[in-house]
């Protein structure tokens, strides 16, 4: 054999494995140029030549001819006399290209161009797969479940590629047999001894995100944002958005008509429970939502130790308090306040709401103090004058004849 026929020898590289054919054609080069380095010293005077489509790769060492008895380099020079045993015609300083037998590669050379070649090929996999999904981290991808394991999951993407879904990012309930499809968020990618390794993820509220964005275009577009979501997978979730369009209800639009919207992410979270509520700055109304689906009648905030005290009816305690706890630890990630639930029981009835103030200080006014989370006169009090003045639209003569009037009350 004269040439070195790549249909017989490297088939299974250009088979077997995903890549474009410049690059395959860009790898055997250097392979073959690196063998020549070793045999030779050099590779700047061989010209390597790759037909894919043929399955040939040829090899040519070009010589400058000399007068005999003047060659100092072997390999970039060659007597004129062994010149014109190629060809009659050749002239000295002409150039004498030679192809490279097959004969000339021993099996040694062989057996590490095929290593070489392979470990080159592994190598720009690797880097490849490293590169493709360093790009998809927080992405959705549909996977087939290939190998299963007590810690973790085997799955294999549309090229075959091996993702990992460990069990401590699973949903409890998920149960899957080979041959079942996945769908989950890539989580992290990293490289580890030179090998990429792709971890992904159904309980990361990225997760729950990308999902909200496929079902909703108002989130996808834009017009609806995510401030937040927190969860406890396989049990409850809490998602705040909010609209800067007066003209998109942002709850109404994740739910959808009937809860047609947000069904389908309820299925594919394994019944998980979500709660979507408005996102607002004020943050006894926040904390408020947050205890959904809880009814809360008053909060009563501590700023400085991010803590707060929620009192509601009886009955609405153990919804705001949630199986094992999940809601109440929910809506405190999601506020980022310790929550202290109690009953109407609890609370102090020396309280008086604000409505029946109305005879000695006008609806507006009160309406101010309810839209900063202020429902009773102590609410009113656990505020200074100038937090008040700060968050309110009101003068500070209006609130200092507020503060009056509060304080006779209970003086009383």
Known sequence: ???????????????????????????????????????????????????IDKGDLEIWRNRLIVEDGAVEDENTQVAYSDAIKVEPDFEIGEEL????????????????????????IQDYERANIFTKYKEKVGEIVVCEVYQIWKREIMVLDEEGIELNLPKTEQIPGDFYRKGDTIKSVVLKVEMRNGV?????SRTSPVFLERLLEQEVPEI??????????????????????????????????????????????????????????????????????ALSPAKVTSVSLDVENHRT?????????SLAIGKGGANIKLA?????????????????????????????????????????????????????????????????????????????????
């Open 1 to 51: 054999m004269e040439n070195l026929n790549l249909i017989d020898t490297f088939s299974e590289f250009k088979e077997f494995k995903n890549i474009e054919r410049e690059t395959l054609m860009r790898i055997l080069e250097d392979v073959f140029k690196q063998l020549m380095v070793k045999k030779y010293g050099s590779d700047e005077n061989f010209s390597v030549i790759v037909n």
């Open 97 to 120: 290209s030679e192809e490279i037998r097959f004969a000339d590669f021993g099996r040694r050379d062989i057996l590490a161009i095929r290593q070489n070649l392979a470990a080159k």
């Open 196 to 200: 990429p390794q792709i971890t992904l």
């Open 220 to 289: 996808y577009d834009g017009l609806i944002t995510i401030k937040d979501i927190v969860r406890e997978p396989g049990e409850r979730a809490k998602v705040a958005v909010e609209s800067y369009d007066d003209r998109i209800d942002p709850v109404g639009a994740c739910v959808g008509m009937k809860g047609s919207r947000i069904h389908g992410i309820v299925r594919e979270l394994r019944n998980e429970n979500i709660d979507v509520i408005n996102f607002t700055s004020n943050t006894e109304l926040y904390i408020t939502r």
């Open 309 to 317: 005290e929620v009192f509601m009816p009886t009955d609405q305690v």
């Open 332 to 412: 405190s990630k999601l506020t980022r306040y310790e929550i202290d639930v109690y009953s109407d029981t609890d609370m102090d009835y020396e309280d008086v709401d604000l409505t029946e103030f109305t005879d000695e200080i006008e609806e507006w006014v009160i309406a101010e103090l309810k839209a900063i989370g202020c429902d009773t006169a102590k609410d009113v009090l656990a505020l200074s004058a100038q937090e008040l003045v700060e968050r309110t639209d009101l003068e500070e003569e209006t609130i200092a004849e507020v503060l009056k009037t509060f304080k006779s009350e209970f003086e009383e």
